[in-house]
């Protein structure tokens, strides 16, 4: 069982930063494709980001391409969230999820990750 525990969220005011981040448990993540996710209550799960397991592919969605960056560090076990130029719509509660899968054909589908933090909030106000 792989244990994802994202930290970072907070408030922050229109055209500002924040930087999130994912820490996993298991040791072999490195191994693991990773993705952040976002989701307003009431709403569906929107992909945000993903990254490969060597961190040599990542992929974005058009809502945040050229502000988001995503992010590896294989040592420590962790991935993280850059978030600049942050807008209203950007509020949410954002969500780290690994998979196992080798692929790299829907690294934004949310039913391609088996694992998922319990999330944290962010808040961009005008």
């Known amino acids: 069982q792989v244990r994802l525990v994202e930290s970072g969220g907070g408030k922050v005011q229109a055209g500002g930063s924040l930087s999130l981040s994912c820490a996993a448990s298991e040791y072999k993540t490195s191994r693991f494709s990773v993705a952040w996710f976002r989701q307003v209550l009431g709403k569906g799960r929107e992909a945000v980001a993903a990254?490969?397991?060597?961190?040599?592919?990542?992929e974005y969605a058009a809502s945040v391409k050229g502000r988001f960056t995503i992010s590896r560090d294989n040592v420590n076990n962790t991935v993280t969230l850059e978030m600049g130029s942050l807008k209203p719509e950007d509020t949410a509660m954002y969500y780290c999820?690994?998979?196992?899968?080798?692929?790299?054909?829907?690294?934004?589908?949310?039913?391609?990750?088996?694992?998922w933090g319990q999330g944290t909030q962010v808040t961009v106000s005008v």
């Open positions: 999820a690994a998979t196992s899968y080798g692929g790299w054909d829907k690294p934004l589908n949310e039913a391609t990750y088996t694992w």
């Open positions: 990254i490969s397991p060597g961190g040599s592919w990542t």
